[in-house]
Structure formats: structure tokens, C-alpha cells
């Protein structure tokens, strides 16, 4: 089977569904291509099992070689859908150093999504008192940008199992304004590689569970993310792309409290950004209410925790471009020595916040490294131009995998900026 478009966009996560909308109102011939589905029942861990990244098997989150937990989600919305909702400009400065000014653009998807501080009335006891010892430790804690709406929050504190209410923006919104203008998408297809010819792109092969696609475009959009798209760039003959890679490690250290927890507000509430630009790390307060979400996080230690008891704070750091992602898909991700540096302060910091808020020392535990915005396997600069062209021409990539290094906080907001402002030059 074959069929020709003017653009074809692989990845309906940020990326993809931001591209898509904005060319949706060019009147062009466009597809978008998603290798999960659309999530008809979300929010619940058994929801999460379909569509988190892991083992068929064990369902467990896929590792790095060296034992870093990947997290990401296949689906509608991509690893957005299953983000905390937090919206920051990040890698600001840097893009514009490199000619890559995307103020407006920012403006724009700030007012579209409504990015706001997080309501007081959805912050729980539990931040608050973390808030306050930050304060007296003289350590600044505010409310996190957020793109949520307070009327529609419940305050389940599942946030990154996906949003039950519809209260956090995900790329939905923008997946069926492309879809009301004239998208199509193509979901449960994996695309393989892109198709070349002289040096400019003809299109991609892809596959679902019936049948191998060849599909024909004049352009064609890799936003699937910091771990696929370097693996579809591979196939396609970039063999550069994979290196790099950065994940903006995390890690939490929970303790318990003799009558406060985090249960009931959407997950990090607030943040600290005293140390991001000299020591490299945010901290914010963040807990995992399922208990086999904290099994695998921490073992049985964090699966015994009674989770109404729980406070804990989320250490994550810009992390060293010291990953690569091989063809099969498989990834090389350490810890390295800077980044447990940054690690270790930022836990030490934010044991001293929690024992001022009431959390008793002898209950603390640190749950194992993880990342869940994995880049830089394609950067600007490497793999790509300023106008996120690869060397094939007419083939562009617009997701995490075009920043240089590690923002160390929320890439989602700059990932909306960067594909408006491809879309306009595209278009």
C-alpha cells in the first residue's frame, strides 16, 4: 500500500501534535503517525501497564544497560499525556545564543495553555509545611507553573498516571484541533525508517500488526522522542544519531511523617530553583501514592511505606550527555560522578528541609536514579540545523532529542515553542 502526503509527523506527543495543529491550518495533505493508541480509560496503575514503556512480562519500566529506570509512555499525547503537568521555559538562553529566539512562540503556547502557578487552593498541608521549613532554612519554594485548571482538579495526586478529570493540558488538545482540520492520524503503526533518494527525503516505512507502509511525503517530522528518533535516524542512515543522550536523572527521598503526606494535590506542587543554574538540580515535593510504583522506585522499603504518612522531595538534575541509544533500541545511560555530586547535594538539601517539616530521619529513603526526558540524541549543532533540518533534506526532528544538553527541569513547554516555530517555517 502506498500513499503520498504533503507532511508526514511521526510521534503524537508534544512535539507532533504541536507541528500537526499548526500545519493543520496551511490546507495541507498531512498524516501523523503514532505507534500507541488512543487511551480510552486512564488514570489508575492498571491503566498505566498499557501504555508505560516496559517488559510485556513483568511490565516493569524498560532499564538503561547500567540500571537507570527509562520512563516513557506510547500513546495519544506521548510521555506528556503521563507528565506532572509542569510547564517551565527551559534552555531559554541557550536556543537564543544559538539564533533560536522563541519568545513568541513561548508567549503564544503559554496563553493557549493557560500555564499558570499552581492554584493555592490545590497545594496540600503537606507542601506547605515543606515550604515553610525551605523558607526557614532560607531556601526558596513556590508554587510550580502548571497548566491545570482548578475548577477540574480533584486532587488525586495521580497526575502522571494520566488525568481522569481532564484538568492538566496534555497534547490531546491539539491532536483534535489537527484532527477537526483535516489530520489524519494513523495510530498502532510503527514507523521504521525514512525513505531517501539523492539526498532528499520520499517518505517512510512503516508497520502495523497486519501489514509493512510504504508512505510518500514531500516532508516528514521525527518527534518521537529522545529514545525512538534516534533509532528511526540510524535506519535511515544518520548513524551519528544516538549519542549523547541525556534523561534528567531523578531521584526522591520519601520519609514519614507522623500526620502529613502529599496524597491530595497534583504531583510536584511546587519547586526550588535556587541551585539550577550553579549546581545543576530543582528540587520539588513529589510522592508516588501507588505502592507498586514505590516498589519499583525503592523495593520493598517504599512499598511498606504507608503512603498517608509520606512526605518527599524529587531531586532531578541536567544530567551528562553521557548516554547513547543503540539501533535495536536498547540504551547505554550511567550515573556518572558529576551527577552524583549534584545528586548528593541536592539529597542532602533536602533531607535537612524535610526533618525541619516534621519527617522523622531514621524513616529515609532515596529511590533508585531515573530519567524521563530523555534528548540530545539528535542536537542542533550535531544532527541537525538551527531550522532542525537533518542532512537528508525535508527531513526535520522536533522533540527532546534536538537539545544539546540537559535542561534538568520540564522540556515539555520549550519542545510546544521549538515546534511552532518549525511549523512556521515549514509552512
Not at 526558596?140 to 507553573?145: D, S, V
Not at 523495593?299 to 518527599?312: E, Q, V, Y
Not at 527532546?400 to 509552512?427: D, E, Q
Request: glycine share 8%; with cysteine.
Amino acid at each position: 500500500m502506498e500513499r503520498e502526503f504533503d507532511y508526514i509527523i511521526v510521534g503524537a506527543g508534544a512535539g507532533g501534535a504541536t507541528v500537526a495543529k499548526e500545519l493543520s491550518k496551511k490546507n495541507k495533505n498531512i498524516l501523523l503517525i503514532e505507534k500507541g493508541n488512543v487511551e480510552k480509560s486512564i488514570g489508575t496503575f492498571n491503566d498505566a501497564l498499557r501504555y508505560f514503556d516496559g517488559s510485556k512480562i513483568t511490565k516493569i519500566p524498560f532499564k538503561s544497560k547500567e540500571g537507570v529506570t527509562l520512563w516513557r509512555a506510547f500513546m495519544a499525547g506521548g510521555s506528556a499525556f503521563v507528565a506532572a503537568g509542569n510547564y517551565i521555559r527551559s534552555f531559554e538562553r541557550e536556543f537564543k545564543s544559538m539564533g533560536i529566539d522563541l519568545e513568541s512562540e513561548f508567549l503564544e503556547a503559554e496563553k493557549e495553555l493557560h500555564v499558570a502557578p499552581l492554584d493555592d487552593s490545590l497545594i496540600s498541608e503537606g507542601s506547605r509545611t515543606i515550604a515553610r521549613a525551605a523558607r526557614q532554612l532560607g531556601f526558596n519554594m513556590e508554587p510550580m507553573m502548571k497548566a491545570i485548571d482548578p475548577s477540574k482538579c480533584i486532587r488525586c495526586g495521580q497526575c502522571m498516571l494520566g488525568c481522569r478529570t481532564g484538568a492538566k493540558w496534555t497534547p490531546i488538545e491539539y491532536l483534535n484541533e489537527a484532527l477537526n482540520n483535516g489530520v489524519e492520524i494513523m495510530y498502532n503503526t510503527t514507523v521504521d525508517k525514512v525513505i531517501s533518494e539523492k539526498g532528499t527525503v520520499k517518505g517512510v516505512l512503516a508497520h502495523n500488526a497486519k501489514e509493512q507502509i510504504t508512505l510518500n511525503a514531500k516532508k516528514v517530522i521525527l518527534s518521537a522522542g529522545g529514545l525512538s528518533t534516534p533509532v528511526i535516524l540510524q535506519s535511515s542512515g544518520i548513524n551519528e544519531a544516538g549519542t549523547n543522550l541525556f534523561i534528567d536523572i531523578f531521584v526522591c527521598i520519601y520519609g514519614l511523617h507522623k500526620d502529613l503526606s502529599l496524597i491530595n494535590e497534583p504531583q510536584m506542587a511546587m519547586v526550588n530553583l535556587d541551585f539550577h543554574n550553579e549546581k545543576g538540580f530543582l528540587l520539588s515535593p513529589c510522592v508516588n501514592h501507588v505502592r507498586q510504583i514505590r516498589f519499583i522506585e525503592a523495593g520493598m522499603k517504599g512499598f511498606a511505606m504507608p503512603t498517608k504518612r509520606i512526605l518527599g522531595i524529587m531531586i532531578k538534575i541536567a544530567d551528562e550527555e553521557s548516554g547513547y541509544v543503540y539501533p535495536d533500541g536498547s540504551v547505554s545511560k550511567i550515573v556518572t560522578n558529576q551527577d552524583r555530586e549534584r545528586l548528593n547535594f541536592g539529597t542532602a538539601i533536602s533531607k535537612k528541609i524535610l526533618e525541619k517539616a516534621g519527617v522523622d530521619p531514621d524513616t529515609f529513603i532515596e529511590t533508585h536514579p531515573a530519567g524521563a526526558h530523555p534528548g540530545g540524541t539528535a542536537a542542533i549543532g550535531r544532527i541537525i540545523d538551527t531550522n532542525l533540518e537533518t542532512r537528508i533534506n525535508n527531513l526535520y526532528v522536533c522533540d527532546a532529542s534536538v537539545f544539546p544538553k540537559a535542561p534538568g527541569m520540564p522540556p515539555i513547554l520549550t519542545i510546544i515553542a521549538l515546534s511552532k516555530r518549525l511549523a512556521n517555517h515549514l509552512s
